[in-house]
């Protein structure tokens, strides 16, 4: 993608624009998503203006509900930054010098409404989607808010790698497994820096603090064959390529193996996956040399975890503090994560004991009812697919209580997909005829549904899924 694309000026115009307003305020109210591209959003924004010596707090919120679009109107700080949220909602946002820095699909009754970007709402609008580009794949709220922050002052450069592990959050290195579009050019600033190292390796979660076994296990995308699940057989490979498991009695990680160890077990991987899914296995891979290896602040994928792990807990205050560089935030995220693990295997154990699931011909599904929290229900969900004696050739539609009504998380194997199945659609189209809202991804989506329409949601649902899988 040339430097000069037209699309990018003119992203680079309105984040200019921006940074103009940021420059002219007295304080700054900064709401962001609470989710690990929000929150290295958030904390962009709050070094950008600490740098210009601006006052500012900085709020976190689930989603822009009324509660926090209250939050944008009723504030009294001279301007509102929202980042990583708020394009869905312009309609809502009556109050004067707002600034979005977004990259969700932006409203489309405000869009018509609009004939230039700095009209008279006093709303400037930061966001892929209005530039012809895609915010899903291309940029991330961070990597918006980081143009922003590069407008404002050059020097902000060395906050790329924040924007990088926030597009890492949003899975934005899916397609040909690396960064495209934008992204490719806030990674060329990090890398510019020495803040980022681009390196092809394996793609699988865990390359800095997972035990080697653990690290071959939990592979799903590619399943591998013989390994994917299989403790016992993990080991043994690692055994049979005469790879130590443990060294100085510590568990060794991918990162601790040499080039030589590395080698012998991609060669062995590619060998069992016979052809496919290599290209999902070996891609681009940023590692983070300025943080201490064996910690999962090296690894942008494992950095981006944790921070969701954060945000998970109503917790996301202690991700800013981390990618702020406050080093006691890290035992604080720590303790979430052991939290995350025990909510987690509570909750299977739940499904599993009480057995739930319910199966329907082209759905199966389970009321978690209050026992699983709605922040982990869609986790739970994906993670019972396929284990012991629960099918995987048909979608898992999970319910569970939420504060606004049932929150719904469905997922779905990954074989779907050839077959037809898109759970973004199928979710959004239930969604919407009980009177909810949702969307998400083909493989896994959400929803949140009046209380007791969830019925009435299963049957729809399952009659769309039947449609697209037959
Ligand atoms: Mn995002």
Same mark, same amino acid.
């Not at 997922?411 to 809202?437: M, P």
């Given at each position: ?27 700054? &109210?900064?709401?962001?998503? @609470? ?13 950008? +203006? ?18 926090? @679009? ?19 909602? &312009? ?5 004067? !010098? ?40 291309? %940029? ?7 143009? %922003? ?12 790698? +924040? ?38 390796? +394996? ?65 062995? &991987? ?49 991700? &800013? ?14 303790? !979430? ?38 922040? @982990?229900?869609? @986790? ?13 050739? %048909? ?53 949140? %549904? ?21």
């Amino acid at each position: 993608m040339p430097a000069s694309d037209a699309r990018y000026e003119m992203l680079e115009r309105d984040a200019a624009a921006a940074a103009s307003a940021i420059r002219e305020a007295d304080d700054v &109210l900064v709401i962001g998503h @609470i989710d690990a591209d929000g929150i290295c959003a958030s904390a962009i924004a709050s070094r950008t +203006l600490e740098r210009l010596k601006k006052k500012h707090d900085v709020v976190f919120v689930k989603k822009l509900d009324d509660a926090s @679009i209250e939050k944008v109107n009723g504030s009294r700080a001279s301007l509102v930054w929202l980042v990583d949220l708020g394009s869905g909602y &312009l309609s809502a946002i009556t109050r004067q !010098n707002v600034i979005v820095a977004d990259h969700h699909v932006p409203d489309p009754g405000w869009m018509n409404g609009q004939t230039s970007l700095f009209d008279f709402s006093g709303l400037i609008h930061v966001n892929p989607h209005t530039r012809g580009m895609d915010g899903s794949g291309e %940029i991330s709220g961070a990597g918006v808010t980081y143009m %922003i922050s590069k407008a404002a002052d050059e020097k902000n450069k060395d906050l790329a790698y +924040l924007a990088m592990i926030g597009a890492s959050g949003d899975i934005q290195d899916q397609a040909g497994s690396k960064f495209i579009g934008y992204n490719r050019k806030i990674l060329s600033d990090a890398e510019g820096n020495g803040d980022i190292e681009v390196i092809s390796d +394996l793609r699988l979660f865990g390359r800095e603090t997972r035990p080697l076994t653990q690290f071959i296990q939990y592979c799903n995308d590619p399943v591998i064959p013989g390994l994917t699940s299989e403790y016992t057989e993990c080991s043994r490979f690692f055994t049979e390529l005469n790879i130590e498991l443990k060294r100085n009695g510590s568990w060794r990680a991918w990162s601790d193996l040499d080039d030589d160890e590395k080698d012998a077990v991609k060669i062995s &991987l590619i060998e069992r996956l016979g052809g496919s899914g290599i290209e999902r296995l070996i891609g681009e891979v940023c590692v983070l040399p300025r943080f201490r290896k064996g910690t999962e602040l090296r690894d942008a994928k494992e950095f981006a975890t944790l921070l969701n792990s954060c945000g998970r807990y109503d917790d996301a205050p202690v991700g &800013l503090r981390i990618c702020l560089g406050d080093k006691n935030a890290l035992s604080e995220a720590a303790k !979430n994560r052991s939290e995350h693990k025990k909510q987690l295997s509570i909750a299977l154990n739940y499904i599993k004991q009480n057995k739930i699931i319910r199966e329907k011909k082209y759905v199966q599904y389970f009321h978690a009812h209050g026992e699983i929290r709605d922040t @982990i229900v869609g @986790i739970a969900a994906g993670m019972v697919l396929g284990s012991d004696g629960i099918r995987n050739d %048909i979608p898992m539609i999970a319910f569970a209580n939420a504060d606004d009504g049932v929150k719904v998380s469905a997922r779905a194997d990954k074989s779907l997909i050839i077959k037809g199945l898109d759970l973004s659609s199928a979710v959004k189209t239930a969604a919407e005829r009980v009177g909810g809202f949702g969307g998400g991804h083909n493989i896994a989506a959400g929803a949140t %549904i009046p209380s007791g329409k969830e019925y009435e949601f299963l049957h729809i649902i399952e009659s769309v899924i039947e449609t697209q899988l037959t």
